[in-house]
Structure formats: structure tokens, C-alpha cells
């Protein structure tokens, strides 16, 4: 159980945090850097929680992704091989897998894609575009943390690029099942004469 009596500890001032197990890393190191990732996701994705309010199925699923997503934070804070009294919380392929069977079910309701979707129309999708966009820094963060070290959870890396696609396809779902998505137009405004400019 987790309890947090005290928000400020002063133990981060000498430039460095702890990790579950109670060893300390410089706050400019890969591991920090993907755990700080994974943790502006999430409230990317609160936000755009926020912003679906009516859409409940929406809405209910992204309160999932935020519990899952501090598992990921957890799992990444606890390095393999750390000493620890009981079993490292770890972000697992049922988790994948539950990601995988609801991007399938929304994505059967949207129309079919005819161009590249770009962030936006409602308000609700734009949001959704965003966490998207910052679900793909944490992978990147994580996967520049498994190059230099090897104790990484690989199913933490799928998680995260599932959960980006989720996040596209939630944001076509909030623009009226991709009918109101704002779609790209390759060159539209490359000739100045063309595009009035």
C-alpha cells in the first residue's frame, strides 16, 4: 500500500531521485528520463479523459489506461534484478493484449481511412492527438533506455506502441467515428499561386 504523507522530502536536491528499490539515479538519466515520460503521458491522457466527458465509453477505458500506465511507471522504477520483499510490479501481455482487443473494437466503427489524419477536429480528438503523440515520447524514452540497459521489461516497450495506436484511433472515434476528421492534402499550399498566398 502506498502512503504519502510528506509531498516534499528535500531528497532531490543534490539532482537525484529513488527507485523502488531504493537505489538513487541522477534525474538526467535514461531511466528517469522514460519513468518522467511515461508519467507526462498520463496526464496527457487525464487530460484528454477531461475533454471526452459524455463520451463514457471513452472515458471509462482512459481511467484504465491511467492505472496502467502507473504500472508502467512502477515497472520502469523498478530496475530487473533489484532486491526486493516481494515480486516487481510489471506491465504484463494481458495488458497488450487488452490494448490490442479495444483498438480492434473501436476501429470496426470508424470509415476507412482515404489520407493521413491530422490532430484535430473536435476538441475531444485534438486532446486525444496529443496524448498520442506524447505516449510515443515515453516509447521512445523507453526504448533509448533499453539500448544502454539491459534490464528493461520488453512488454513495457509493447504496451506503449499499442497504446499510442489506441490513442489515434480513440481520436477518430471522438471526431464522430473518423466523419469529422481533418484530413491531410498533400502539397495543397506548396504552389504560392495556388494557395492564394
Partial sequence: MVKLNRIYTRTGDDGTTGLV?????????????????????????????????????????????QNDMFDLGADLATPGGAKLDEPALRVTDAQVTWLETTIDEFNRELEPLTSFVLPGGSEAAAHLHL?????????????????????????AVRYLNRLSDLMFVLARFANDHGNRDVLWAPGRYADAKKSGS
Avoid at 518522467?36 to 471509462?60: K, P, Q, S, W
Fill in 131 to 155: 496524448a498520442r503523440t506524447a505516449v510515443r515520447r515515453a516509447e521512445r524514452a523507453t526504448v533509448a533506455l533499453a539500448a544502454v540497459e539491459a534490464n528493461v521489461n520488453p512488454v
Fill in 21 to 65: 528499490a531504493g537505489a538513487r539515479r541522477r534525474k538526467s538519466d535514461p531511466r528517469i528520463e522514460a519513468i518522467g515520460a511515461a508519467d507526462e503521458a498520463n496526464a496527457a491522457i487525464g487530460l484528454a479523459r477531461t475533454a471526452a466527458h459524455g463520451m463514457v465509453r471513452v472515458t471509462t477505458l482512459l481511467g484504465r489506461v
